[in-house]
């Protein structure tokens, strides 16, 4: 399976990805956020991807590795998971991170674009939660741009969280919903 967009395509990601997967979780900009700022080992990564694995498996979604069209290299990854709301149980949620050498050029917007519309058109979800850590002004602007709103805090492992959502009628409604993706299946 592979989706590709204006700029980039995006592939499942693979247990032979877990090196620069890895390499990627413990660059500190990128840690800061998705990994509570914790250098994280190799075999965590490699917990991710089998995690991954099982539920596309199960599930028909997980996690992508992103690069750009036609330069092989990882760029990012995006995603969905499940997690639990404590208001409302699992929900899915919507996840995306980039190498700080591609930050400022709108890949974080068409990676989580790409994911939305696989999780409201493959998947059948009829919302999508996103959650981000407080501080994290440039995420909080993706996801607005996005048009996800009604933030609220949550607490996981005794951090704070600002989670948003977006309806799948939302996502239609917004013109960054046309853009360029294309699914191919196996």
């Known amino acids: ?15 032979s990805d877990v090196a620069a997967l890895h390499a990627l979780f413990v660059l500190p900009d ?5 990994w509570d700022d914790v250098v994280i080992e190799r075999d965590v990564v490699a917990d991710v991807a089998e995690a991954s694995a099982a539920s596309f498996m199960s599930q028909g979604y997980g996690f992508w590795w992103v690069e750009r069209q036609g330069e092989p290299g990882l760029v990012g990854f995006g995603g969905l998971r499940d997690y639990e709301d ?3 149980g699992p929900r899915p949620e919507v996840l995306y991170g980039l190498d700080p050498a591609h930050w400022r050029n709108g890949y ?8 939305l519309r696989f999780g409201f058109e ?7 939660d996103a959650g981000i ?17 009604s933030w609220r805090r949550l607490e996981f492992s005794g951090l704070p969280a600002d ?9 239609a409604a917004a013109a960054h919903s046309r853009a360029a993706y ?3 299946r196996d």
């Open 133 to 149: 850590d407080p501080p994290n002004a440039r995420s909080r602007s993706v996801l607005e741009r996005l048009g996800m709103g």
């Open 182 to 184: 294309r699914l191919e």
């Open 86 to 88: 404590p208001a409302s």
């Open 163 to 171: 989670y948003a959502h977006l309806t799948r009628a939302e996502f």
């Open 122 to 128: 493959e998947c059948d979800f009829t919302r999508i």
């Open 108 to 115: 974080a917007l068409e990676i989580a674009v790409a994911m």
């Open 30 to 34: 990128v840690r800061r956020y998705l």
């Open 1 to 15: 399976m592979r989706i590709e967009t204006e700029r980039l395509w995006m592939r499942p990601i693979e247990t």
